[in-house]
Nanobody, 114 residues
């Protein structure tokens, strides 16, 4: 059974930082394209960042220079370091694993507010 479990969300003030973690079980995450998506209320789910098995990364324009995706294959874990957070970053953040099949985590809430 494949599971992706996100953690690290919470309430943070504008300009603050959070690090999200996604622990995968039932798959070898290093063989998958691992991604972070987010969905704000009333909006469609959007790609935030993804990392390929080669280590190549892609970012949404809105987070470039502020967010960093990384992976630790030994721990089967993917991270999203989020710095200089803005209220517009408020959303539920989801982890995904894409290979021959696609898997999703349950999401973790990130709220940026003063």
């Amino acid at each position: 059974q494949v599971q992706l479990v996100e953690s690290g969300g919470g309430l943070v003030q504008p300009g603050g930082s959070l690090r999200l973690s996604c622990v995968a079980s039932g798959i070898i995450s290093g063989a998958y394209v691992m991604g972070w998506y987010r969905q704000a209320p009333g909006k469609q789910r959007e790609l935030v960042a993804r990392i390929f098995s080669t280590g190549i990364t892609n970012y949404a324009d809105s987070v470039k220079g502020r967010f960093t995706i990384s992976r630790d294959n030994a721990k089967n874990t993917v991270y999203l370091q989020m710095n200089s957070l803005k209220p517009d970053d408020t959303a539920v953040y989801f982890c995904s694993a894409r290979g021959l099949s696609e898997y999703w985590g349950q999401g973790t809430q990130v709220t940026v507010s003063s």
